[in-house]
């Protein structure tokens, strides 16, 4: 079963405007961390921001934000103010009870910033 | 502080051929994983390994194997390629003991098997 569902293949946004980009997320677990990375055309993953189970706050880094809704298994990101920078594929990923478990990864969103 | 490097960046193999992928781990960290990333799909985790014993493997067959030296850098072996085994190959490296919320990447290495 996906346990990392990024239903949005591709998504546009006007530059300087906010983006949501879906993830939703499957795990029995009641300790887990979701994560964001951003992999531009490059192929490096960068890590955006991350989100522990028990935060009861959202997590945010400067520009983005995620959107956590625990009872729907959810964990959308949110980019503000976006840049022509921004312009790339961004995964969402979960590393159910945190430790020394791999990270697994969606399936990824290419975002793509319209001047 | 060092980022987490990786090397080559680009090879090309023909199929049946053996190659080593190495990666070296930012500094303080002494767990490093390996993910394969096929093209237009998610990082599919390979192994993992720690203070050099391998402590986490994906469903990849023996063929893909590694080894963890200790200064914490890392090889990743893939024996008798196969055309599918064109990939980007992925390292991260980590401190373990946390609730680490810290897992960075290196640039990669894209793997052609022609």
């Known amino acids: 079963a996906q346990k990392i569902t990024q239903t949005q293949p591709g998504m546009f946004v006007q530059e300087k405007e906010a983006v949501t980009l879906d993830c939703t997320y499957d795990t029995s677990d009641q300790s887990y961390g979701l994560f964001w990375y951003k992999q531009p055309s490059s192929g490096e993953m960068i890590f955006l921001i991350y989100?522990?189970?028990?935060?009861?706050q959202n997590a945010t880094e400067g520009r983005y934000s995620l959107n956590f809704q625990k009872a729907r298994k959810s964990a959308n990101l949110v980019i503000s103010a976006s840049q022509l920078g921004d312009s790339a594929m961004y995964f969402c990923?979960?590393?159910?009870?945190?430790?020394?478990?791999?990270?697994?990864f969606g399936k990824g969103t290419r975002l793509s910033v319209i001047a | 502080e060092t980022g987490v490097t990786q090397s080559p960046t680009h090879l090309i193999k023909t199929r049946g051929q053996q190659v080593t992928l190495r990666c070296s781990s930012q500094?303080?960290?002494?767990?490093v994983s390996w993910y394969q990333q096929a093209l237009g799909q998610g990082p599919q985790f390979i192994f993992q390994y720690y203070r050099e014993e391998e402590n986490g493997r994906g469903n990849f067959p023996p063929r893909f194997s590694g080894l963890q030296f200790p200064n914490y850098s890392s090889e990743l072996n893939v024996n008798a390629l196969e055309l599918d085994d064109s990939a980007l190959y992925l390292c991260a490296s980590r401190a373990s003991g946390l609730a680490s919320n810290e897992q960075f990447f290196g640039p990669g290495t894209r793997l052609t098997v022609l």
């Open positions: 990923a979960m590393r159910e009870a945190p430790g020394n478990t791999p990270l697994v």
């Open positions: 989100q522990g189970s028990y935060d009861e």
């Open positions: 500094s303080g960290h002494n767990t």
